[in-house]
Each structure stands twice: as structure tokens, then as C-alpha cells.
């Protein structure tokens, strides 16, 4: 019995990409294990987005040296974002490393780590060098290959999932599309995963039916600008406004949800769809990136700080209730106090449930490292980033306040916290995508809508209690 341990960073992507991993390796016959040192095989699932999270994965491989030793005949393997940036080098810094494989690639995952494990069961036996054949399958690089070439080398893979790859039976994450087409300048994801392709939406629907068949009550429909959804066929398009129609007819689907949106392309018949389709979500995530003009530009967003604030006045007048969260970056190349200013003019304007904060991180071979120094000293993008969290999370908790006395409908999601002599504390997601914790001992909740009066708050919970 040979098992597998995989660890998982990055965005939603790369929590789906393990799940496709996990079912995969499990079809193929390994065992999942959570102890990573008693595995056969290690995979990390890696993300590229900013340096920091690539250190992490360095030293993380470098303490898998012992485990190696322990283990010749072990697989370690690098996938995800970090192995098709990074490629041959991986080798050279991890040099046990046995396989890195890209997100474009994931198709090819077991059959690559059975090859693996085989041939070194074989040199083994044969009493030679345990020392590998190492594989690495990445997709083409951009601009340097035509573009369908490129397009057909990051191959889509969604097949049906094991339920047990999953952290909650009854939710599930759904790629509609992969990759991304916008080149914000600071941005390595469109490098990594490739040009933008959209699923067929019968392919999506059949995959949310099975799902449903499966248990599934609440699918999250992913993509990295998940609003740029088009698919053309026999003259006519389906966009995503029509795939949350087409998706709500399903039988059994309770609730969609959808990440992460661009903020152009958010167009009144995706957000009339979220108004009036009582299945899909109340939440919508639109990073805004920056509040500065000109930082906007030099990120190349292609959007105003006022063309953004009229999205957001847009979305509060056309759906009740609604609420928004962002990704923000400060300390981007050049941004002076005065850009700053603005951004935060605009987290104070938009009043946000919640946003991401990011020091910006350069990236190799992107255009804005190409084009504009990275001199923001880190103790000023550390101020910014303290200062504007701080900002954020009194609006947070301002807003979560306003929901004290109220009732409100979650989706029991499992247990937060045991609490002692049989008292456990569950919690859930309003439709507003808020966390709420309360005290319950009946896990049989979990799965299973539920209306709670809201009696405290936090900048990132509210506490409730069933009623009756
Ligand atoms: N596709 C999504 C998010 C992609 S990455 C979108 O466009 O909305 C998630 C977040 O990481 C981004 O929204 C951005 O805020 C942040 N990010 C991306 N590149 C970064 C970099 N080089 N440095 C710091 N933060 C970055
Ligand atoms: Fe990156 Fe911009 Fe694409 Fe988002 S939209 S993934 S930030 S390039
Ligand atoms: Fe990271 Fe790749 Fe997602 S770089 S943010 S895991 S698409």
C-alpha cells in the first residue's frame, strides 16, 4: 500500500487542483495519509503570487532532505503555479526533488508519479543507484510560442470528484473558467495559468449535477476573473449571468456563490441575476487593487478610482443587502503617502465587509518589474498595511454591529470550536458571506440552513443563538 500526503497553498484554484489531485491518485490506487513523514509520495501544491509564499515552499523542501534519506524509493513532487514559473530551477535549489509538474498538467499527475514510483522500485530491486529518472511537465510559455499552442498545452481537467477530497461533503468549488487574459503588471498568475479558457457550461452543469448527487447543497463557481466567462457555441454565448440562471435550476442546489470578479465586465445582467436569483449568494468579491489613479495605471486595471466607487454605488442600488469585499496592494512601486491617501479614501468610502490586504512582492518577468522599481522601503509597506487593516476592521466591526438583534440564515458549515463538557461551538455563512458562530452539541446541523438572532459581534463574526 503506497500513500499520498498533499500540501496545499495559494488561492481556490490550487484548493481544487489538490482535490483533482487527491481523486486522481486515489483512482489510481495510492492511500491519502495525513502524516506527511509516514507518505510514499509528498506533493506541494504551490502558488507563486508573491515571494513569500515561494520561500515557504523552499524551506519546506529543504527539510524533506532527511525524509529522502529515510525514503529513496519516496516521490516528492512540486505542482501547482511555483512548478511552471519556476520549472528546471526547482531541481537545481531541491535537487531530491523528483517531480515538478504544472497546473496546466494536472491530467498527467498520477501516471507520472506511478512511472516514479515504479522505476524505483525497479532500480531497487536491481540493487542500483536509487538515484531517479526526474520528470518535469510544464505547459508552454507565453509569448513565446503562437497562442493556440499555448493554449492547448494548458489542458483543462475537471473530472468527477471524490467526496472525501473535499474538507465539507455538501460544498464544493466548480472551475468555470481557467487562466487569465488581463496582464495587470504586477501579476504572475497570467504566466502560470496560462490564457483564459471558459468550460463548456453543459460540462459545468453536469459536473454541479453530480456534485448535487453527491450532497452537494452550496457550489462555488470559480475562475481568476470569473465574470470574463464566455463560451460561444452555434452562434450564441453563455455568460455568467446565464450559467447562475442555468444553475439554479438545479433540483437540490441550495446556494452559488461566485470568486473573484474584475471590476470591469461587472455588468447589470450579472448583477440583476445575483439580485434576483434567491439561490445565489448575496456577496460579491472585486478586488479594487488601489484608490489611486495613477497607481491604477501603472497597474494597468484599466479602471478609474471613480469609475470603481460608481461600480460599488451601482451594486448597492441594483441588489438589497449585498455585500463586498476586496483585495487591496500597498506599497506598489513608486506609490507616494498622497497615493496611499487614496486608497485609503477608498476603503472609507466603499465600507467594505471585509478586505485582503498585500505588501506588493515583484515578480520575475513581470511588466511591472520590468518597468518601475520596486522602492517602497518593506517598514513603509509594513505601516501602510498595519494602518489600512486597522481602517478596514473598524468598518468590519461597525457593519457586523448593525446585524446585533437581527436574524439571520446560515449554512451550517462545521464545528468552530469544542467549548468543554459536550458544548461545541458550530458555525456558518450568512447569505451575506458573514461568519456566525453559536453553541450547539448537534452536529447533524451541519449541512442543514439555520436562523440564528444575532446577539454580539467581531470585525470578522457574529455570535448567534438559534431561536425557540
Ligand atoms: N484573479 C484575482 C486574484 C489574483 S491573486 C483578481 O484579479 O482579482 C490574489 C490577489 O493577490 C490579487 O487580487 C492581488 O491583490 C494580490 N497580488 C497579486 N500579485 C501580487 C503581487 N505581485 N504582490 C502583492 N500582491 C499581489
Ligand atoms: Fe492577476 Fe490581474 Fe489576472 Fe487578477 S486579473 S489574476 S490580478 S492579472
Ligand atoms: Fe497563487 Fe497560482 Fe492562485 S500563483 S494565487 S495559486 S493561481
Same mark, same amino acid.
Given at each position: 500500500m503506497q500513500r499520498f500526503y498533499i500540501e496545499t497553498v495559494g488561492c481556490q484554484m490550487n484548493v481544487l487542483d489538490s482535490e483533482l489531485a487527491y481523486s486522481g491518485l486515489v483512482q489510481s490506487g495510492l492511500v491519502p495519509t495525513t502524516d506527511r513523514y509516514n507518505a510514499d509520495v509528498i506533493l506541494f501544491n504551490t502558488?507563486? %503570487?508573491?515571494q513569500h509564499a515561494e520561500d515557504k515552499i523552499y524551506s519546506a523542501l529543504g527539510r524533506l532532505k532527511y525524509w529522502k534519506m529515510l525514503k529513496p524509493y519516496g516521490v516528492l513532487g512540486v505542482i501547482g503555479c511555483m512548478a511552471q514559473k519556476d520549472q528546471q530551477t526547482i531541481f537545481q535549489r531541491?535537487?531530491? %526533488?523528483?517531480l515538478v509538474l504544472g497546473p496546466g498538467q494536472l491530467e498527467l499527475l498520477p501516471e507520472t508519479v506511478h512511472q516514479l514510483l515504479d522505476e524505483k522500485l525497479q532500480r531497487n530491486y536491481s540493487g542500483q543507484m536509487l538515484e531517479s529518472g526526474r520528470k518535469l511537465l510544464v505547459s508552454l510559455k507565453r509569448l513565446e510560442h503562437r497562442h493556440s499552442e499555448v493554449v492547448d498545452s494548458f489542458r483543462l481537467f475537471d473530472p468527477v470528484r471524490h467526496s472525501e477530497s473535499r474538507t465539507n461533503r455538501f460544498q464544493a468549488m466548480v472551475r468555470v473558467m481557467f487562466g =487569465?487574459?488581463?496582464?495587470?503588471?504586477? =501579476?504572475i498568475v497570467p504566466s502560470v495559468r496560462g490564457p483564459e479558457q471558459s468550460r463548456p457550461p453543459r460540462e459545468i452543469l453536469d459536473e454541479i449535477r453530480g456534485l448535487v448527487s453527491q450532497g452537494v447543497v452550496d457550489a462555488t463557481l470559480i475562475g481568476q476573473t470569473v465574470n470574463s466567462y464566455r463560451y460561444r457555441e452555434n452562434g450564441k454565448t453563455t455568460r455568467l449571468s446565464d450559467l447562475l440562471y442555468h444553475a439554479s435550476?438545479?433540483?437540490?442546489?441550495k446556494r452559488i456563490s461566485f470568486v473573484?470578479?474584475?471590476?470591469?465586465?461587472?455588468d447589470d445582467e450579472l448583477l440583476q441575476a445575483v439580485r434576483d436569483l434567491p439561490k445565489v449568494s448575496k456577496h460579491l468579491h472585486i478586488p479594487a487593487q488601489s484608490g489611486s489613479d495613477s497607481v491604477l495605471h501603472r497597474m494597468k486595471r484599466n479602471y478609474t478610482s471613480a469609475e470603481y466607487r460608481e461600480l460599488v454605488d451601482r451594486i448597492h442600488a441594483t441588489i438589497p443587502n449585498v455585500s463586498m469585499t476586496c483585495d487591496l496592494i500597498v506599497g506598489f512601486c513608486g506609490e507616494t503617502d498622497e497615493e496611499f491617501r487614496k486608497t485609503v479614501e477608498l476603503v472609507e468610502y466603499c465600507r467594505f465587509k471585509n478586505s485582503f490586504i498585500f505588501k506588493y512582492s515583484e515578480r520575475p518577468n513581470t511588466k511591472s518589474a520590468e518597468l518601475y522599481p520596486d522602492n517602497i522601503p518593506e517598514s513603509v509597506k509594513k505601516t501602510r498595511n498595519n494602518l489600512l487593516l486597522e481602517i478596514q476592521d473598524k468598518i468590519s466591526l461597525e457593519r457586523n454591529h448593525l446585524f446585533i438583534g437581527k436574524t439571520v440564515e446560515i449554512l451550517v458549515e462545521g464545528m468552530s470550536k469544542q467549548l468543554g463538557d459536550k458544548r461545541v461551538q458550530l458555525s456558518g455563512r450568512t447569505w451575506c458571506d458573514r461568519i456566525v458562530v453559536f453553541e450547539s452539541a448537534?452536529?447533524?446541523? %451541519?449541512?442543514q440552513f439555520l436562523k440564528l438572532k444575532i446577539y454580539d459581534a467581531a470585525p470578522f463574526t457574529l455570535f448567534g443563538k438559534t431561536l425557540n
Open positions: 502558488c507563486s %503570487v508573491r531541491a535537487p531530491h %526533488v523528483d =487569465c487574459d488581463k496582464f495587470c503588471t504586477y =501579476c435550476e438545479i433540483e437540490g442546489l473573484t470578479n474584475y471590476p470591469r465586465g461587472m448537534d452536529d447533524r446541523l %451541519v449541512g
